[in-house]
């Protein structure tokens, strides 16, 4: 059984296509590998009910996934980690998820994640927080944290989660594991519980770039329902690539202070060493706009929050509360009680940034840092053909730390917000351990590699070369903590 | 005091005749049972997003067209944000500073803009007066929300309701012909709401307007504006201002109601809709668009008027484009008589003699074919059969079809050519009416309408008028 799970998705994919692995028991050593869950990181899992029907796959050929809960799934519960939404059962199935079915990947359940997408430790969960496999006094990161944590905890061979600001790449660096935030329009976000629609993206969760090549390769594409997605030309190849020769990788001036935690900056040092060992050249290359990047992102990302959750007002589906006074007070009890106090926070951040006369100041703005981070990436990728940066400035920090404190909490996605601001794809791959400031055992620590618009094979060929270099292969619990 | 002037716009919502919504696959509908035409789309379901409905676009292009707007290469969707059971997002999808058509004119009204929108769902408030206010329960069906709408927003440029009202009837006929809409006051699919205001006489300035809202028939718009600028004049007279604010327009009592002051106007948070891309029409169609194009009432009408036709007689004629037809038909067939007097005939006598025979359905419908109306014109032109005998073809024509001369033969109606023969009719007449004689020659010219008849009962129509009362004029 163990061997089974140990299998990479790819691994088991393969053996299943040459007959060697019967998917039936693969996937039944997977749904009892969930049924252990003691990370809170699952709010549904497939238990063979009549629930899970309308999203059965026809024949299981590719490994069994956990889906975010932003995805919404024909008849089975659907809460975006949110009250609001309790006991709410789409009518329908998201793209992605629709994609994944009909490649064969049996869903083995619904992972937690902050509220609606807004958080970057899952603390924001209505349903509690998700512990990180590796110290479960720590978080697991942010918003798709469980997702992370059942990749990096044994709980599921890989998920998918969704990324506006870092929430893909820094709860992957947390759990250590890959994560790859892909160009905004390379998959389908139909379906996809909207927070800030101009940001959002889905992407995968993995042990490996190659399994990311290959989830990528099954949910990219233009979708009819969404007509931002255009998907990649030429589609997603396995990466085979063995060194980084003839690659050069930027380091952004701006973002390699030291106001950031030793121990991540050690690491990331390491693995600069690493692409040159590998025969990829190291640059410097300057993005003056980036470190305006979190203001940007806090007033277009609750801007758009602010609208699209207007939905949620008691009247269609969901939450209902306060049904027996009037109109007014039905919305106002329902919103009270179903949105946590973070989402109330972005709701009035961005309805304040949209209000008349404000708008110009602060969403006008924005709008125009949002333009100038794209014209500096821009900039950096005619010298250079990646720009890398830790993916988070810490290791997972511990529950509670930081949930009194939005800014520095905000502040985890500071390497992270540039690449979703341009609307680049970036990766996120463990590239060592390190001790958390403060002491305590050690962690992992993410490594960030973007590319140009699109140019996700060539993302994936280099990550991969540069994941056999560094050789990570330190698990939650094997000792090394 | 100088005299104070109407200023009035107006801001029309067409609902688009597509098959499906703006944003989803749903189809339209009117009249079917509440909430059979929804989807997780229309309902805003989470996750959901809208796709734009490319035969709406075909159909904005074709409006914007029409009014000589200037066409967007790329314009853009705005979220207007609202909390209201009708608009399941809490926004509407709608376009605000780029909108598909930009400035154009129809007729002496300079349009200001026209955009794509959806519409919001349909609340039935029950119990109570069928507002919001004091009802005990609120319904809302959803069959209507996302459907396609054009909203037409034109200058300031009208001067008066019955101005305000003959405009919006010549919009409605260049949409009508463009087979873009239903344009049915009645059913919603079209919609008028008027800015009104008023300023001393000759001033450039704007005063305050004021948004009139739910006058669903033509006669009501007229009337409601009619109320409002009487409203703003005494105020203003009587040394008050007017107040920016939306009313209500109650048909049933003339009267108009607050439905929300300035301080309480939306502040609706628009910004551009990141669910959807910018929309650039392509070339292709561009000129689709303008292939698909009618000649237009407005057009009609100037040519009809260059032709020599009346005003008035024009705008009766392009109304419709069967009836235009019909004329340009009897145009041809008449090769060389004017037009003007075509027109008469069509328009005049034709249509009482349809009206008369309860004929249903136009002059494009009746027997009456044009090459039959051109020959008869003719014949009562070349005085072949007197204009009273010409009406008694024309409703032979119009209830067993045909041609004139055979009537004009079987009912023995041809003019008489014989002079002296009506000489003596008309002495005849004369003699048998002294009384009516002594009178014109006492200065009662109008009596000699008596001695008229009296010969036209004798030849059955068949004589000229003209030469009857040249003749009666000789003999006194």
Redesign the interface.
């Given at each position: 059984m163990t061997d089974l799970l140990a299998l990479t998705a790819l691994e088991a994919h393969e053996a299943m296509v040459a007959g060697d692995l019967a998917a039936d028991e693969y996937t039944a050593a997977w749904k009892e590998a969930a049924a252990g869950d003691e990370l809170n990181a699952y709010l549904w899992r497939d238990e063979g009910g009549e629930e899970g029907r309308a999203i059965a796959v026809e024949r299981d050929c590719i490994a069994p996934i956990a889906v975010k809960d932003i995805f919404t799934t024909e008849g089975v519960p659907t809460t975006a980690g949110s009250r609001i939404l309790e006991g709410y059962r789409p009518p329908y199935t998201s793209t992605a998820v629709r994609k994944l079915l009909e490649a064969g990947a049996p869903i083995l359940g619904k992972t937690n994640m902050d509220e609606f997408a807004m958080g970057s430790s899952n603390e924001n969960s209505a349903y509690g927080p998700v512990l990180n496999p590796w110290d479960r006094g720590r978080v697991p990161g942010g918003s798709s944290g469980g997702s992370a944590a059942v990749v990096a905890g044994g709980l599921a061979p890989w998920a998918i989660g969704t990324d506006t600001g870092g929430s893909i790449r820094q709860p992957a660096a947390f759990c250590g594991i890959v994560g790859l935030k892909p160009t905004y329009g390379a998959i389908s976000r139909y379906g996809m519980i909207a927070f800030a629609s101009s940001l959002d993206q889905c992407g995968p969760l993995t042990r490996t770039v190659s399994d990311a090549a290959l989830l990528l390769g099954i949910l990219q594409g233009h979708d009819p329902c969404d007509s931002t997605s255009v998907g990649i030309e030429g589609g997603v190849s396995l990466p085979d690539r063995e060194d980084l020769s003839g690659l050069r990788f930027g380091v952004p001036a701006e973002l390699r202070g030291d106001d950031y935690d030793s121990g991540v900056r050690a690491v990331f040092e390491q693995t600069l060493k690493r692409i040159e060992d590998l025969g990829g050249e190291i640059a410097e290359v300057s993005l003056p706009s980036s470190e305006h990047g979190i203001s940007a992102y806090y007033v277009i990302a609750p801007a758009e929050a602010s609208s699209n959750l207007a939905r949620y007002d008691g009247v269609r589906y969901g939450m209902r509360a306060g049904g027996d006074g009037d109109l007014l007070q039905m919305y106002e009890t329902t919103r009270s009680e179903g949105f946590g106090p973070e989402v109330k926070r972005r709701i009035m951040l961005g309805t304040y940034a949209l209000s008349s006369g404000y708008y110009e100041a602060y969403y006008g703005q924005a709008q125009k840092v949002r333009t100038r981070i794209a014209e500096d990436f821009t900039g950096a990728f005619a010298g250079v053909d990646f720009v890398v940066t830790p993916t988070a400035p810490s290791v997972a920090f511990g529950l509670g730390e930081k949930t009194d404190d939005p800014l520095s909490m905000y502040l985890n996605d500071f390497f992270t917000v540039p690449m979703s601001l341009a609307g680049i794809p970036a990766i996120s791959i463990p590239a060592g351990l390190a001790e958390p400031e403060g002491g305590g055992p050690q962690l992992p620590v993410g490594f960030q590699i973007a590319a140009p618009a699109f140019a996700e094979q060539k993302l994936l060929d280099a990550a991969y070369a540069l994941e056999q270099g560094i050789g990570f292969d330190a698990k939650p619990g094997d000792g090394n903590g | 005091m100088a005299e104070l002037e109407a200023v009035i716009g107006l801001e029309i919502h067409v609902q688009l005749a597509t098959k499906t919504k703006m944003f989803c696959g749903c189809e339209l509908s009117f009249g079917d049972e509440p909430n059979v035409h929804t989807c997780?789309v229309c309902?805003?379901?989470?996750?959901?997003?809208?796709?734009?409905n490319e035969q709406a676009v075909r159909y904005a292009l074709q409006i914007g067209l029409a009014l000589g707007c200037e066409i967007a290469p790329h314009s853009i969707f705005h979220?207007k944000?609202y909390?209201y059971?009708d608009s399941?997002?809490?926004?509407q999808i709608s376009q605000y500073d780029i909108p598909i058509c930009g400035p154009g004119r129809l007729g002496e009204v300079r349009i200001h803009r026209a955009h794509l929108e959806e519409d919001a769902a349909k609340t039935i408030h029950v119990g109570g007066s069928g507002r919001?206010h004091g009802s005990a329960a609120?319904l809302?069906d959803f069959n209507r929300g996302g459907t396609p709408l054009v909203e037409i927003v034109t200058e300031p440029d009208l001067r008066g309701a019955a101005e305000a009202a003959e405009w919006a009837r010549l919009l409605r006929e260049t949409v009508r012909q463009l087979g873009v809409s239903d344009v049915n006051m009645e059913e919603g699919s079209l919609r008028v709401d008027a800015n009104v205001s008023v300023r001393p006489a000759g001033s450039d300035q704007l005063g305050t307007k004021t948004e009139l809202k739910n006058m669903n028939s033509f006669r009501f718009l007229q009337r409601g504006i009619e109320a409002e600028l009487a409203r703003q004049r005494e105020l203003v007279e009587g040394g008050g201002t007017v107040e920016q604010e939306t009313l209500h327009f109650d048909p049933a009592s003339g009267s108009l109601t607050s439905l929300r002051s300035k301080e309480e106007a939306h502040?609706y948070?628009?910004?551009p809709e990141?669910?959807?891309?910018p929309m650039a029409p392509t070339e292709e169609m561009l000129r689709e668009a303008r292939e698909a194009l009618p000649e237009l009432p407005a057009a009609r009408i100037a040519r009809y008027e260059e032709m020599g036709l009346a005003s008035d007689v024009a705008l009766t004629l392009a109304a419709d484009p069967r009836t235009s037809g019909y004329f340009e038909n009897v145009v041809e067939a008449a090769d060389g008589i004017e037009p003007r007097v075509l027109a008469n005939w069509v328009t005049g006598e034709l249509a009482a003699a349809l009206r008369q025979a309860e004929v249903e359905g136009g002059a494009a419908d009746s027997r009456v074919t044009p090459p039959a109306l051109a020959t008869l014109v003719r014949m009562v032109q070349d005085k072949k059969i007197s204009h009273g005998s010409g009406k008694t073809v024309l409703a032979a024509l119009v209830s067993e079809g045909g041609d004139p001369e055979p009537i004009v033969e079987r009912e023995g109606l041809a003019q008489m050519s014989d002079s002296n023969e009506l000489e003596a009719i008309v002495e005849k007449a004369m003699s048998e009416n002294a009384d009516a004689v002594e009178k014109i020659r006492e200065g009662n010219n109008k009596a000699i309408g008596a001695i008229v008849g009296a010969v036209m009962r004798e030849t059955k129509g068949r004589a000229d008028g003209g030469e009857v009362n040249r003749l009666i004029q000789e003999k006194l």
């Open positions: - | 997780p309902l805003a379901h989470p996750g959901v997003l809208p796709v734009v979220r944000n909390f059971p399941p997002k809490a926004y919001i609120s809302v502040d948070r628009y910004f990141p669910d959807l891309v």
